[in-house]
């Protein structure tokens, strides 16, 4: 019984310790099916590494046991030495030329994968986007004045560069299904790029540890059909805006109705309905005696502004009603 308890114990753990593995999609060992060509080619690098690792590990594991075997005490005295090898000139070169032809075969993979990963293909139509993290949110700038909160709208079949930054932390910006992380670092530009993509969702998350609700810092990509995207970048999405700029912004901290959460209850707060007011909050953040918020719209216009009062005072504000004619 005491010799199975840490065999018992040990099975427990690696069952405990794989189990997340082993619930993720695919079996959690292959990447998320690729959508852009960029993550294709990091999907193909994946898989010749995983190919020759695979091999090696199976001829290794193999032959171990193999050994085990062969070489098994066969009842020899636990202080007998078994018999004794030494030196094999032939065995010892084939074992260090060929992981040295492995290496160089997965070098030349990599080599020439590498400049497909990293460049845009060349593109006269390309969509310029600026991403920016910020705690806990991506905020999306588009070339004719659009913004777009946690969602970032792009047309489908056309190739979208990305200049990606941040205004306090390092954050990272990965959508598997579109390539590999970058990140984005306060008083840095970082390039990437993806597409062209079939119309789609596609899934992310903030890659960095970024404080408190890193995990919550999601992100999404919705690839539409020209039709659909010319609509919101031409109509600018105002009141969508307000929308998100509450749920991707505010409501991570104060709650989905402002009720409080890691953040005070404001849904009674006039503040709220005060443009000028909640301007001075959101731009420059609050450090009180009564706690702190960060300066989460540094970056936003006037117009984002208004789109969130706007949303506020119609879907969250359960206060009084603002008073006179410039109450709003
Ligand atoms: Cu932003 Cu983690």
């Known amino acids: 019984m005491r010799r199975k308890l840490p065999i018992v114990v040990l099975a427990v753990v690696v069952a405990l310790a794989t189990a997340g593995v082993a619930a993720a999609t695919n079996g959690g060992l292959t990447p998320v099916q690729p959508e852009s060509p960029n993550a294709r080619h990091t999907v193909t690098a994946y898989w010749v590494i995983v190919g020759f690792t695979a091999v090696i590990f199976f001829l290794v594991e193999g032959l171990l046991v193999v050994f085990i075997w062969k070489y098994r005490g066969r009842g020899r005295g636990r202080d007998v030495e078994g018999p004794q090898v030494h030196g094999h000139a032939r065995l010892e070169l084939i074992w260090t030329v060929i992981p040295v032809l492995i290496l160089c075969a997965i070098g030349t993979v990599v080599f020439l994968e590498l400049p497909k990963i990293d460049s845009a293909p060349a593109s006269t139509n390309a969509l310029h986007v600026t991403v920016e993290g910020h705690q806990f949110y991506w905020q999306f700038d588009y070339p004719n004045g659009a913004r777009s909160i946690n969602t970032l709208y792009v047309p489908a079949g056309r190739v979208v560069e990305l200049d990606v930054i941040a205004t306090d932390v390092i954050h990272s910006w990965w959508i598997p299904a579109l390539g590999g992380k970058i990140q984005a670092i306060p008083g840095r530009v970082n390039h990437t790029w993806f597409g062209p993509t079939p119309p789609g969702t596609y899934e992310g998350q903030c890659a960095e540890l970024c404080g408190i609700y890193h995990a919550s810092m999601n992100a999404r990509v919705v690839a539409e059909p020209a039709t659909a995207f010319s609509t919101f970048f031409a109509g600018r999405n105002a009141a969508n805006l307000g929308k998100q700029e509450w749920q991707g912004v505010c409501a991570t901290c104060h709650g989905n109705l ?47 502004l208004k789109a969130l009062v706007a949303y506020v005072k119609k879907n969250i504000y359960k206060g009084p009603p603002a008073g006179g004619a410039n109450g709003g």
């Open 258 to 304: 402002g009720q409080g959460g890691y953040g005070p209850n404001i849904a009674a707060n006039s503040l709220l309905t005060q443009e000028a007011g909640l301007r001075t909050i959101l731009r420059y953040g609050v450090n009180g005696s009564t706690g702190a918020m960060p300066p989460v719209g540094d970056t936003w216009t006037s117009a984002q």
